[in-house]
C-alpha cells in the first residue's frame, strides 16, 4: 500500500543545530503532511504542502516537496531540546479516503 | 476553541473481554478518524466517521467498529480482545475531508492481558 518512508529512522544532533528528515512515496498524491508526537502522546500538525506547491515555511520550519522524486523534505533550524520527538509524514491514499503515516523518524536534541 | 479529548487515557483489558473508548471531536468538526498505533505497525487508520455515518474503512478486522453521535463524539469498540490489539488508540477530528489537517487527542492506551 502506498506509504511513506521517513529517513533517517533516528537522529541525534545538539541544540542550535539544524536537522534535516526526509520522506519518500511510492504513487501521486494531493498533499502531504508533516505531523510531530512526543513519546506517546497524541499528533501535532506541522505543515501541510500540496502537490502543485514546491516549498512552504512555518517559524522554523521549512518543508520541500518534489513531485517528481516523490519525496520531502522537513527542516527544522536552530534546533532545541523541545523539538526531541518523533516526526511523520504522511500522504492521503490513491483513493483519497485515508491518511497513510510513515514510520517516522525519532529526533534527539541534546542540550 | 477545546481540543480533542479522548477518554479513558489509560485502559488495562485482559483476552476476549471487550472495549469502549470515546472521542470528542472539536466544535464543529465533522470528521472523526481513528488510528491505531503500534511498534511494529506504526500508525494504521482503522476507520472515518462524517455525520454519523462510516464513510471510509481501513484493513481492519471485523471485531473493531465504531459509530458517531448527532453531535459527533464517536466511539470505537473492540470485542473479543487479543493480545496484539494492545495499542495506542488515536482519535482525530477535521472539519470535512479526512486527508485534511488531522487534529489528534492525546489518545487511549489500550493494554490487553
Known amino acids: 500500500s502506498q506509504q511513506g518512508e521517513e529517513d533517517p529512522q533516528a537522529l541525534s544532533i545538539q541544540e542550535g543545530e539544524n536537522a534535516t528528515m526526509n520522506c519518500s512515496y511510492k504513487?501521486?498524491?494531493?498533499?502531504l503532511q508533516w505531523y510531530r508526537q512526543n513519546s506517546g502522546r497524541g499528533l501535532v500538525h506541522l505543515i501541510l504542502?500540496?502537490?502543485?506547491?514546491r516549498e512552504k515555511h512555518s517559524g522554523r520550519l521549512r518543508v520541500t516537496l518534489d513531485t517528481s522524486k516523490k519525496s520531502s523534505s522537513l527542516l527544522i533550524t536552530a534546533s532545541r531540546a523541545a523539538d526531541t520527538a518523533s516526526y511523520f509524514c504522511?500522504?492521503?491514499?490513491?483513493?483519497?479516503?485515508?491518511?497513510?503515516f510513515g514510520k517516522g523518524t525519532t529526533l534527539s536534541v541534546s542540550s | 476553541k477545546a481540543g480533542v479529548t479522548q477518554t479513558p487515557r489509560y485502559l488495562i483489558k485482559t483476552r476476549g473481554q471487550q472495549v469502549t473508548l470515546s472521542c470528542s471531536p472539536i466544535?464543529?468538526?465533522?470528521?472523526v478518524s481513528w488510528y491505531q498505533q503500534t511498534p511494529g505497525q506504526g500508525l494504521q487508520f482503522l476507520f472515518e466517521?462524517?455525520?454519523?455515518?462510516?464513510?471510509n474503512k481501513g484493513n481492519f478486522p471485523g471485531r473493531f467498529s465504531g459509530r458517531q453521535f448527532s453531535n459527533s463524539r464517536s466511539e470505537m469498540n473492540v470485542s473479543t480482545l487479543e493480545l496484539g490489539d494492545s495499542a495506542l488508540y488515536l482519535c482525530?477530528?477535521?472539519?470535512?475531508?479526512?486527508?485534511?489537517?488531522?487534529?489528534f487527542g492525546p489518545g487511549t492506551r489500550l493494554t490487553v492481558l
Open positions: 482525530a477530528s477535521s472539519s470535512d475531508r479526512n486527508t485534511d489537517t488531522q487534529y
Open positions: 504513487t501521486s498524491i494531493n498533499n
Open positions: 504542502i500540496r502537490s502543485n506547491e
Open positions: 504522511a500522504t492521503d491514499n490513491q483513493a483519497g479516503t485515508a491518511l497513510i
Open positions: 466544535s464543529g468538526h465533522r470528521s
Open positions: 466517521y462524517f455525520s454519523e455515518t462510516q464513510r
